[in-house]
């Protein structure tokens, strides 16, 4: 099982990224999909999670400019990430969750990739 997450890059403030993370070796449809975050010195959180349903959910702090989107047929996820702000500043990490329901916790997923880093200028 591999996960790849890219698409991280520096950007200013107010700019958009979108990041992709590329399953492999998994059945990637019946996963619910979740995106981390960890800046330094801070504990890795939740940031998004879409389930087999392609049912969303989102940390508040992203809501409304973030948005979590998956192609089954690609067995890719993705990160839309609009109106960047420097405390988005972080290495970006997906994971895979062998469950029909959301997790919010780094625990609750058993599958992780190398993470992508995200860096917003002020």
Avoid: H
Avoid at 29 to 41: D, H, I, K, S
Avoid at 94 to 102: D, E, L, Q, V
């Amino acid at each position: 099982v591999q996960l790849q997450a890219s698409g991280g890059d520096l950007v200013q403030a107010g700019g958009s990224l979108r990041l992709s993370c590329a399953a492999s070796g998994m059945p990637f449809r019946n996963y619910v999909m979740g995106w981390f975050r960890q800046a330094p010195g801070k504990e890795r959180e939740f940031v998004a999670a879409i389930n087999r349903n392609s049912i969303t959910r989102y940390a508040d702090s992203v809501k409304g400019r973030f948005t979590i989107s998956r192609d089954n047929g690609k067995d890719t996820v993705y990160l839309q990430m609009n109106s960047l702000k420097p405390e988005d500043t972080a290495v970006y990490y997906c994971a895979a969750r062998a469950s029909s329901g959301i997790g919010y916790m780094s625990n609750e997923y058993g599958k992780w990739g190398v993470g992508t880093q995200v860096t917003v200028s002020s």
